[in-house]
């Protein structure tokens, strides 16, 4: 996993750290497995609107903030190991509640209802589950030095599930049921909790006093530019996920994800800072432009595996800047930060896709164009610059 700025340590990859990161991969695959499945049994099945379909994904955005501001408190007052194993659980009795609504138990006007709620719950708990995960239990498995590589390479695998649980979930509609497949979403949290229980955290008496309600693990209000940048990108990567929903278009967004590692150790190792921001919406831009070529193989090939190089190295490069703005105490503030401008980011171009451009694709990719222009423009003219300047690393 190298980068500018980066060093790499072999020892990080010890059992425990690959424990932890493989329990990250399963649960955000668990997660990212609906995004293709729920809209298509929603359509084709349960008969429901794009416009109800668009709530109940994008709802899942706002939920992953609904607890963040007690997530300090959480993992003080109780062993953080278990905070993040509970959650998970949540997760695995809304998986199941969704099981059962989809074996068709509950009528429609019930299920409009229903499926928004349980999406915002689930939110809710991927949301704390994750913040727990990646900024504290995650960096409690490695040393000191190398909590920054820890925290960039255990981002890896979350982005990886960006294309893994979708194409699970794809290849697997012909054989299954969807709601078997829901059920095998519920399996992969339950691994997943296994994982995390199979390390041993040692206790931590918690600070004399506790703040029921604070920012720290949850926002750092100094990264509020890099958060708007970021989810303007992440916002083209939800407006694709809402547009495609076939195995080639994922696996080849994998293929993009691959590439965008490949090109961090061999391509930008010493290249200058803002250079990887700006290939990678300029990669975006071209894969939007793509599906204006009428080339089929373009479309289907080369336009999902420039948007996942793109993508992936914007991401990369945005957690490394969220990490170096914070201070020492902050850094699993800054990865939480990161983490919800991401999903919130993605929620909304889901959102906006299926609300907006379900039957209009061509609108939605122009509008897509225009906001990588507008990301673009706003790093190079003042994001950039403010990071420089502020940067505490």
């Known amino acids: 996993m190298y980068t500018q700025n980066t060093p790499v340590h072999v020892k990080l990859w010890h059992k425990d750290f690959w424990l932890m990161a493989v329990a990250n991969l399963l649960l955000t695959v668990a997660v990212y497995i609906q995004i293709p499945l729920l809209p298509i049994w929603m359509i084709k099945d349960a008969g429901f609107s794009p416009g109800v379909v668009a709530v109940s994904l994008g709802i899942f955005g706002l939920g992953v903030f609904s607890l963040g501001f007690f997530c ?6 109780y062993r953080r190991n278990l905070v993040c194993i509970r959650s998970i659980w949540v997760l695995v009795i809304c998986f199941c509640a969704l099981y ?91 691994l997943s909790t296994f994982l995390i229980l199979s390390v041993k955290f040692p206790f931590r008496a918690p600070e004399d006093v506790i703040c029921k309600v604070s920012l720290d693990r949850f926002f750092l209000p100094q990264g509020k530019w890099l958060f708007l940048n970021l989810s303007l990108v992440a916002v083209v990567v939800g407006l694709f996920l809402s547009a495609e929903h076939t195995s080639t278009f994922y696996a080849m967004l994998m293929a993009g994800f691959i590439l965008a590692m490949l090109s961090q150790r ?27 070529s009428g080339d089929r193989n373009a479309i289907n090939l080369i336009s999902p595996t420039l948007l996942g190089c793109g993508i992936g ?37 889901i959102f906006l896709g299926y609300y907006f451009f379900y039957n209009d694709i061509s609108a939605m990719y122009i509008v897509a164009l225009t906001i990588l222009c507008m990301a673009m423009l706003m790093y190079l003219l003042f994001t950039h610059t403010w990071y420089i300047k502020n940067k505490n690393r």
């Open 313 to 349: 190295i914007i991401g990369a490069r945005f957690l490394l800047f969220f990490l170096k703005l914070s201070l020492h105490c902050q850094r699993g503030t800054s990865q939480s930060t990161f983490f919800l401008s991401w999903e919130f980011g993605i929620s909304l171009g």
């Open 266 to 292: 061999f391509v930008f190792v010493n290249a200058e800072l803002k250079s990887e921001v700006v290939t990678g919406i300029l990669l975006m831009m071209a894969a939007c432009l793509m599906y204006f």
């Open 100 to 190: 059962y609504i989809q074996r068709g138990h509950v009528f429609q006007i019930e299920g409009y209802i229903l499926i928004p709620v349980l999406r915002f719950i689930q939110g809710a708990a991927f949301g704390l589950a994750q913040m727990v995960l990646s900024s504290t239990l995650i960096i409690d498995t490695c040393e000191s030095f190398q909590r920054t590589e820890a925290n960039h390479s255990s981002a890896w695998f979350s982005r990886l599930a960006l294309s893994v649980g979708p194409l699970i979930s794809i290849l697997l509609m012909p054989m299954l049921s969807v709601s078997t497949i829901t059920l095998i979403s519920a399996v992969l949290c339950l």
């Open 72 to 77: 300090s408190y959480l993992v003080q007052k």
